[in-house]
T-cell receptor, first 112, second 115 residues
């Protein structure tokens, strides 16, 4: 069964600090991996997408990495801001299927 | 202003009632999806549609129904057969093709509470 596991489940950091969120998946055959940011009570918004051949992708202060051999991805947030407080969801797409496999998310809280 | 809209934002239902959640998009996307989000769980697919007048069941379709009479609209009905309907419901859409790499754009969600 395809699965996407994220860790930690929740995280509290101080404003200005960096953090790294983890995503492990068993989806096969792999097509692509996305990281979404979801503010409380809102729909998710895509941050990055990575395909099999990509191992790093940046979007401002967000940097995603992908190791397709170990089936692991990480999302690194640099110089965190209060507005980074949200849930971050890892989503993996399987080749040839429309359905996506969603992780349960990491809830990040940035405190002043 | 392009995007996906969902209404209402909050919905309260008495047990035994059917309710319909609206989802509209003006992005000219072919495919539309309905997901359910529960605390501590990943999004789960209820139904999806890739073309007008056609739709497919997702992983948790029991107790739900949909229609796709127009490309822009994909309403979801939560029936009384759904045993635990209290959840946050998200609608998404995407263009087809691109080998599955196309982004799914999400609406703002509807929070349904059964009283």
């Amino acid at each position: 069964k395809n699965q996407v596991e994220q860790s930690p489940q929740s995280l509290i950091i101080l404003e200005g600090k960096n953090c790294t969120l983890q995503c492990n998946y068993t989806v096969s055959p792999f097509s692509n991996l996305r990281w979404y940011k979801q503010d409380t009570g809102r729909g998710p918004v895509s941050l990055t997408i990575m395909t099999f051949s990509e191992n790093t992708k940046s979007n401002g202060r967000y940097t995603a990495t992908l190791d397709a051999d170990t089936k692991q991805s990480s999302l690194h947030i640099t110089a965190s801001q209060l507005s980074d407080s949200a849930s971050y969801i890892c989503v993996v797409s399987e080749t040839g299927r429309r359905a996506l496999t969603f992780g349960s998310g990491t809830r990040l809280q940035v405190q002043p | 202003d392009g995007g996906i809209t969902q209404s209402p934002k909050y919905l309260f239902r008495k047990e035994g009632q059917n309710v319909t959640l609206s989802c509209e998009q003006n992005l000219n996307h072919d495919a539309m999806y309905w997901y359910r989000q529960d605390p501590g769980q990943g999004l789960r697919l209820i139904y999806y549609s890739q073309i007008v007048n056609d739709f497919q069941k997702g992983d948790i379709a029991e107790g739900y129904s949909v229609s796709r009479e127009k490309k822009e609209s994909f309403p979801l009905t939560v029936t009384s057969a759904q045993k635990n309907p209290t959840a946050f419901y998200l609608c998404a859409s995407t263009i087809l093709g691109g080998g599955g790499a196309n982004e799914q754009f999400f609406g703002p969600g509807t929070r349904l509470t059964v009283l």
